[in-house]
């Protein structure tokens, strides 16, 4: 598996959750249920040929910080299971995505993949 497919995986699962669209790439205007995955490095396994990449799962909440609480709160369940099925997952944090419309809240999810 190549982390071009395990990217385009991500963005599929994604797409299954309620109020969610997966992207491959950072959307150009992200608003809110926007999501995508971003190469994070990679890190070794537990053999010396072994690699696994990390990736940031991004999920715009939106701009109001109370708001973004709730939908994180009502997302996260569904985001880890379907992300579950093609990564690991590490855990997850609030975030701020700057746009040229300014602030956005956004739930980062850690992942990890073959």
Do not use: C, F, H, N
Not at 56 to 70: H, K, T
Request: aromatic residues 6%; glycine residues 8%; proline residues 6%.
């Amino acid at each position: 598996m190549t982390w071009q497919t395990t990217r385009a995986e991500i963005s599929a699962a994604l797409s299954t959750v309620a109020g969610v669209t997966g992207y491959e790439l950072r959307p150009t205007a992200p608003k809110a249920g926007d999501a995508w995955a971003t190469w994070a490095g990679v890190e070794r396994g537990p053999a010396r040929s072994a690699w696994a990449a990390l990736w940031r799962v991004i999920v715009i909440l939106g701009p109001q910080e109370e708001d973004a609480v709730v939908q994180a709160d009502t997302l996260l369940p569904d985001l880890v299971d379907t992300l579950s099925a093609v990564t690991w997952v590490d855990g997850a944090e609030p975030v701020i995505v700057t746009t040229d419309s300014g602030p956005l809240m956004a739930l980062e999810i850690t992942t990890r993949s073959e």
